[in-house]
Structure formats: C-alpha cells, structure tokens
C-alpha cells in the first residue's frame, strides 16, 4: 500500500515500540545566543512489525520543518515507549526537570498542580474552534481545557477471514452479540485455530480491555455525572461472561489472559494464530504487515452490535514551570495550523482529532482513508477515559495491576470489583479535599 507523505517522511527508521528505550535528538544552542530550547518529551508509535517508521523520525522532520521559519527556537526530542509516557513525564517533574511539552495519556494531576498552560493560552481560537467537540470536552479539567488532543483511536473487534472461513463461518458477517461470539470461537477450536480469541489482561493497559468489555457489557468506568461504577452488577456479569464462557472453555489460548500481554495479542493476529482480538487501529499496519486478511466490526454486545465504543486520545500539554509560554505556544501553533497532526493521525492509522481532518478522510476515496472509515464512523458516539479526574491515573494503573485476577478459576470477581471501586473513591475523596 503506498502511503501519502507528510514532512519528507519515509518508511525506514523502524524502532520497536515493545523495547524502545528513551531516545533524544538534541538542538543545543550556541553559548551566549538568544535561541531557546524547548524540551519535548514524545510518545512512540511505531514498532518493528510495522514499516511506520519511529515516532522520533516523525517529530524530527516536524522540527527541521519549523526550525526553518523560527531558528531562535531549537527542540530537544525525547522519544520513550507509550506505555511508559505518564511515568517518565512525572519522574521528571518531580526531579524538578519538567519538559515544555509531552504527549502524555492523563494529565488531570499536573492540571490540579497548577503545572500546566491552559489550552486557550497555547493555541489560537480558531485552532481551538476546529477540535472534535467531544474529544475537547474529554481534555478538561474543572471546565478548563488543559489537553490538546493530538491524534484519537477507537476499539473494535478484529477477526480473521480466512480463519473464519476455513472453519464454516461467514468471514464477511461478524459476530453480532455475545452468543455469535463464542459460537464462533468453539468453531474456530474445532478447525484448530491455536487462540480463538485473544484476551491480554497482563499488561500496563489492561484498563483498554477492560473498560471495553464494560461498555460491551453495558455498564462502564463511571455514570452520567462522572461518579466511579467499576462494582456495577454489569461490569460483574461481564467478567463472569469471560471467565465462565471464554476463558472457562479454554477459547484463548495457551497463555492464560492474566498473563498475556497486549503485545503477546497482538503478535498472535498478525501471525494467524488467532481468530479474533478487541483492539484499536494501531493492530491494523501490524496485521497488514503480517499479510492477513481481516475486517473489524463494532463489538459485539450482550444482545446486539454496542453502537458506544471506547474511544481514548493522545493529549499534548504545555508544562508552565520553565516560562517558555510564548516559545511553546509558537510551536505548537507551527504543530496544529499544518499538515503534521493529520500527518501523523495517518502514519500511525489513528483517527484525526479536528473537523476538517474528519471531514476530509470521511469524503477521500484513498484506500487508506477508507479502511479507516469503520473507526471514523465510532468516534462521534465514543465513550471517553475520564482523563479529567486526577484520580485516573492511579485508578487505571489499579486496574491494570488487578483485572486479571477476575480470570482465575476461583475469583470472586464482586470483591475484585469492589477493591477496586473503593481505591477509586478513595482517590476521589482525596482529590476532592484538596
């Protein structure tokens, strides 16, 4: 498939996703100059099964790109795996050595810390005025918008064709509901497919799974009003479901799901080895990579497609502690009035996170804006993280650390749930009181 460019970028460069330790690409400016250097710590999305390219390749081409029109204001790239973006960005501000900028998946605690430029500073209105509203909306805090969304995703469920195919089933209808779904997975076992459907629970973001077998379930992470429901009796049937009927009948694998990772999932669908996955738009380069023939559909809900998906978004924020205000809001204007945030929505198959960007892969006939096409058509109606709370961070680590305890044999998934849901009111009333 040939990809359109942005910025010069190439295919080459890959750098693992998986083992990517901290890069940088340092601009140091000249002893007695009056050039700035801002900082930017950035999340990697490429991989080495894919031909993407690393993430530090993209931002150093946004950067020479900028350099040309403001040379008194040099950058110093940072590139460190998304699993370990909120971390390196906190150890960082508590060393006293914050970054100008970073993409980070949560910011609500630097926001509550007063560490952070609100949006409306950063950006111009216009800019502003083009965001997705809900995913806007996503990126306040205290009905401060602090987050700049840079790119989105959405989950869905992948399956194999050729797999569904050689097994009986229509490789051109999804499952529809729960009951397809395991019917299609015991027709997958009986044609010998090694993992009928992954389920990763062992990993830092097992919260993505979880929070979409919520929805899927019809309950979720919080109400209306914003209030905790990790205990609901939903969310409980749901992890029985998986544990009763999936894991139970042993339709996931070798690998028990409380010790699969995303990456040990992910690997198994691009190799063929699995005949279905819940996962977001980045799987779909690596099972291309892979040559297989898949198709994604909405998840299937306990009695018909879930029209709700779960829809999470990379943010950009500025760190206010080193006074760059005026620097960084000229780069991230250079960042957001070119093509480099669709550039890189399209590199790394996420979604745009603007209106016009929406507007213009919705009407372009290019293949790699149609197969993206399903995913666009989710994102209006997408259930969020609730980033805005500063409790979120430690909730979805809790969640990480404990969701698949709910898979042993013998779990009393109610009282996980309910562990659960106190450490997240807990963190609640601790926010509260501040």
């Not at 100059?33 to 930017?40: P, T």
């Not at 929805?215 to 979720?220: A, L």
Request: net charge negative; aromatic share 8%.
């Amino acid at each position: 498939m040939r990809r359109r460019r942005f910025l010069g970028m190439g295919a080459g460069g890959i750098a693992g996703a998986a083992g990517l330790a901290a890069t940088t690409t340092a601009c140091a400016a000249d002893s007695g100059s009056d050039q700035v250097v801002l900082r930017l710590l950035a999340t990697e999305y490429g991989g080495e099964a894919s031909d993407a390219g690393s993430t530090e390749r993209y931002w150093n081409d946004v950067v020479n790109e900028f350099r040309e029109e403001y040379p008194d204001i040099l950058i110093n790239v940072s590139v460190v795996r998304y699993q370990d973006a909120n971390t390196e960005v906190a150890r960082l501000v508590r060393r006293g050595t914050p970054p100008d900028i970073a993409q980070v998946s949560a910011f609500a605690d630097f926001a509550e810390a007063e560490q952070l430029y609100p949006a409306s500073v950063l950006l111009t209105l216009p800019v502003l005025a083009e965001f997705i509203p809900s995913i806007a909306a996503a990126g306040e805090r205290r009905r401060i918008q602090y987050g700049m969304p840079f790119a989105s995703s959405i989950t869905r469920l992948y399956y194999n064709k050729r797999l569904f195919s050689e097994a009986g089933l229509d490789d051109e209808r999804a499952p529809a509901d729960w009951g397809e779904l395991l019917d299609a997975a015991l027709a997958l076992r009986s044609a010998g497919v090694t993992t009928p459907f992954a389920l990763p629970f062992a990993h830092a973001q097992a919260h993505v799974e979880a929070a979409t077998w919520m929805i899927s379930g019809g309950g979720g992470l919080t109400d209306d009003i914003g209030s905790y429901t990790i205990d609901a009796q939903a969310n409980i049937d749901t992890f029985a479901w998986l544990r009763d009927e999936l894991v139970g009948q042993d339709l996931c694998g070798p690998g028990e799901p409380n010790r699969t990772t995303r990456d040990d999932a992910f690997a198994a669908f691009a190799a063929g080895d699995a005949g279905m996955i819940v996962a977001d738009s980045l799987l779909m380069r690596q099972a291309e990579f892979g040559d297989i023939d898949f198709a994604t559909a909405q998840m299937p809900g306990t009695t018909g497609p879930n029209p709700t998906a779960l829809g999470y978004a990379a943010w950009v924020v500025g760190f206010n502690q080193n006074g760059h205000k005026e620097e960084i809001a000229t780069f991230l204007d250079f960042v957001y009035t070119n093509t480099n945030v669709p550039g890189f929505s399209e590199r790394y198959d996420l979604l745009p996170v603007t209106t016009p960007a929406v507007q213009a892969m919705s009407e372009s006939s290019a293949p790699e804006d149609e197969r993206m096409a399903p995913f666009l058509d989710d994102l209006p109606s997408a259930t969020f993280y609730p980033v805005g709370k500063v409790s979120w961070a430690e909730v979805a680590s809790a969640i990480g650390r404990r969701i698949g305890e709910t898979m042993l044999p013998d779990a009393d998934i109610g009282a996980i749930l309910g562990e659960l849901q106190t450490l997240a009111e807990d963190a609640d009333r601790r926010e509260d009181a501040v």
